[in-house]
């Protein structure tokens, strides 16, 4: 068998074992994902934070999310971010871009497009993330998250409680747009 068998073997096991209801078994599952899991398991840890009732399952499998290392982590944030509905998750998943520094410029359309739609919270998450980001900023990224942006306001005339920050994410892109050779 070879090393990566053997890492797929351990990461299906992983897979399984977060798939249960027994304390026991996920408690153990989630100090080995620390160990052995890579970013395959995200999506799994994601439906244990939302079908747990075991409070500290569910904190132990947030604070994985929020000490994720590997850049090979973003495509899966980002599809939790962008198919999930449940505004908590969708929150911690903004928060795990933060906390783990991902410099993921790239999606900013993303991050705006979850603070358009999403609650106030995600709209401050996705801002915390906008002013952190680091270049070099491509035109057409910064392009894509204003016309996100323009649509929001165009869309809502009221002044909503996330207005505000929806507009220093405005001049926060169009500060970024300046730095673009």
Request: negative net charge; proline residues 2%; without cysteine.
């Amino acid at each position: 068998m070879t090393t990566e068998e053997k890492n797929n073997k351990i990461v299906d096991d992983l897979l399984k074992d977060l798939g249960t209801n027994d304390t026991k078994t996920l408690t153990s599952a989630l100090k080995r994902v620390r160990s052995k899991g890579n970013e395959k398991v995200i999506p799994a840890l994601f439906k244990l934070i939302e079908k747990n009732e075991d409070e500290s399952i569910v904190e132990e499998a947030k604070k994985i999310i929020l000490e994720l290392k590997s850049t090979a982590a973003i495509p899966y944030l980002l599809k939790e971010l962008e198919t999930n509905k449940n505004t908590e998750i969708r929150e911690l998943v903004l928060n795990s871009f933060w906390q783990t520094g991902f410099n993921a410029h790239q999606h900013m359309d993303k991050f705006v497009r979850a603070a358009t739609k999403g609650s106030f919270m995600e709209a401050f998450e996705a801002y915390t993330i906008i002013d952190n980001l680091e270049g070099p900023f491509q035109e057409e990224s910064i392009m894509e998250a204003q016309l996100v942006l323009k649509s929001y306001f165009s869309d809502n005339k009221q002044e909503d409680e996330k207005f505000e920050i929806l507009k220093n994410i405005a001049k926060q892109l169009a500060n970024y747009e300046l730095t673009i050779q």
